[in-house]
Structure formats: structure tokens, C-alpha cells
């Protein structure tokens, strides 16, 4: 792990700023980039602390639906009664989530973010071939142990699967990622491999994720979700699915 700077945000918009100069990334639990940047996947020369920005932690239900803030805690979204009775199939995917401890450190900002596991993208040291990583250098996983990786939605280029659960409920519901001012779909929001991917999201330098609006619906308040995985805890799905009733909703 190389050396970084540190900067603590104290406004959305300084945060935006700093997160935009070259080599910068933004902070939020750190449970995923501290272990992409000790096994030499992300880079970062600035790491900007965004979790001390307020008003972005709140979870607000009305009758049009719940708007998540970006640093809410995926324990507090889980627990939280709105969430548990308005769109339970949110409520069960992140509680079968990761760990509590992980849980309680992560954000639903950071969830959304969270990069694939494919283990060739995760040991440079060992597989210099990733699109991924470094594009252009081609993929270890095609041709290699797949066991885990995509079966829909692949490229030439890039077999990775997607990891987190939370998606699959927001992509049934056709929740909304807020960037700011910019609102784009979260089905929008991911992008599939194609020849570019290293570029997994729709947003841009200068953006960042400062909240998540899931319309209510009858689907919603009578949904669930499904995660098949190799063992019953800790573990990332193998598969997972998300759908409601009465009235339409249902993805996966
Ligand atoms: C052992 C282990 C098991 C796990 N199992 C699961 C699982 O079963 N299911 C699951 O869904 N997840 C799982 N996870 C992933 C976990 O949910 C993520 O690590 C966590 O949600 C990331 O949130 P964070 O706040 O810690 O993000 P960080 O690690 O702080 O950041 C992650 C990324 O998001 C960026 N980022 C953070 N906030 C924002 C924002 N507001 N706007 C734009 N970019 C932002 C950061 O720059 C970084 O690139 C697991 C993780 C671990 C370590
Ligand atoms: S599947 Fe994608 S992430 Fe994995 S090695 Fe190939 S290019 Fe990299």
C-alpha cells in the first residue's frame, strides 16, 4: 500500500472539488477501498473523508417513497422501520449483507460502488491481465477458473459479476441515484462491460452519490428477496433476486 494523502471534507461541494483532481477518491467506511488499495488495486494519492458531511446520513419516507442518504449506514437503512415496512425486500438484502461489523461501517453510498470480486481483478501481482484493471491488458478469468463470474450480461473483454446485494432490490423498484443535482436510474446508473470495463458507472469526476430515492409502491410494501450463496452467512450471492406484488415490480 502505497502512501496517500488525507483530506476531511467538510461540504458536499469541497467534496466534489477535491474528488475531481487526478488521483483523488472519496472515503466513506473504507470497508472495501482500504482492501482494494492494500492488495494494489486502487491507487488513490488523496483519499477524501466524506463521512463527517452532514445531512447526507438521513432516511426520509413520505407517501411518493424514501430518499436514503448516500452515508446512511446499511445497518441503520436495514433496521429502519420505513425501510422494514415499505420496502422490505431493501431491508433483507442488506440485512443478509456482509457482517453486522461491516454493516455497521458501510454506507449504501459505498455499497452502490463496490467493485466485482473476480479474483484475477483482485491479485495484480499474480494476473497482470485485467480490461478491468488495466484496460487494454486482456482477461485472466476467460480461460481460467469461472467458477463465480457472469453468465448474463458479459463482453469479450469482461466476464465479472457484479457483487452487492442492495442493487438487485433497487433495480426491481426502479429507485433513482441522486448525484447531486443529476438523478439517473439506478438500472442507468450501472453500465454493462462492453469494451470498456473499467468504466462501471454513469458518473462522472466531479460527482458523487449523495443519496438514493426508491418510489413506494403496493410491489414494494409487499416484496422480498432471495439470495442463494454458498453458505448461509457472510457470503456474496451466487444468485439473488428482488420482486414484489400487486401491482408490478420484480428483477434480479
Ligand atoms: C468481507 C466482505 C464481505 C462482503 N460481503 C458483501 C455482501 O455479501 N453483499 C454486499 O452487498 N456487499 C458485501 N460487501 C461489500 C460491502 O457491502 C462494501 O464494502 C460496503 O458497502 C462499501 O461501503 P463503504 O461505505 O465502506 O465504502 P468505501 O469502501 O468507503 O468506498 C467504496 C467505493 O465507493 C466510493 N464511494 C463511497 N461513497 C461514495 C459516494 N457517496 N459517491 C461516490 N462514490 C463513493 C469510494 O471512492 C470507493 O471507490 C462485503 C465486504 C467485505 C469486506
Ligand atoms: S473478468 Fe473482468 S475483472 Fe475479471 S479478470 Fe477479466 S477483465 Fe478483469
Redesign the pocket.
Known amino acids: 500500500m502505497r502512501d496517500f494523502s488525507y483530506l476531511r471534507a467538510t461540504s458536499v461541494d469541497a467534496a466534489r472539488q477535491a ?1 475531481a483532481l487526478p488521483g483523488a ?12 488499495a492494500k492488495c494494489g488495486v ?1 491507487e488513490p494519492d488523496s483519499l477524501v473523508d ?1 463521512t463527517h458531511l452532514k445531512g ?1 446520513d438521513t432516511i426520509e419516507i413520505d407517501e411518493r417513497g424514501a430518499v436514503i442518504g ?2 446512511a ?2 445497518s441503520h437503512v436495514a433496521d429502519h422501520a420505513g425501510i422494514k415496512g415499505g420496502f422490505p425486500a431493501v431491508s433483507e ?2 440485512w ?4 453486522a461489523q ?2 455497521n ?11 466485482t470480486r473476480c479474483p484475477y481483478f483482485r491479485d495484480p501481482s499474480n494476473f497482470a491481465a485485467c480490461n478491468k484493471r488495466e484496460p487494454g491488458s486482456g482477461c485472466s478469468a476467460i480461460g481460467g477458473v469461472t467458477r463465480g463470474h457472469a453468465v448474463l450480461g458479459t463482453s469479450e473483454s469482461c466476464i465479472a459479476t457484479y ?5 438487485t432490490a433497487l433495480v426491481a423498484f426502479d429507485a433513482v441515484v441522486h ?1 447531486g443535482e443529476r438523478r439517473v436510474l439506478v438500472d442507468d446508473f450501472f453500465l454493462l462491460p462492453g469494451t470498456t470495463p473499467q468504466k462501471e458507472h454513469a ?1 462522472e469526476p466531479g ?4 443519496a438514493i430515492e426508491i418510489p413506494g409502491s403496493a410491489a414494494a410494501r409487499r416484496s422480498t428477496y432471495v ?1 442463494v ?1 454458498d453458505r448461509q452467512s ?4 451466487a444468485a439473488s433476486a428482488a420482486g414484489g406484488g400487486g401491482g408490478g415490480g420484480g428483477g434480479g
Open positions: 474528488a477518491m472519496l472515503l466513506a467506511g473504507g470497508t472495501t477501498l482500504i482492501d482494494l486502487a466524506i447526507l448516500a452515508l449506514r446499511m438484502a442488506l443478509q449483507a456482509a457482517s461491516l454493516r461501517m458501510a454506507t449504501v453510498g459505498g455499497n452502490l460502488m463496490q467493485r457483487p452487492g446485494d442492495l442493487v448525484l458518473i460527482e458523487m452519490i449523495t439470495k450463496r457472510y457470503e456474496f450471492a
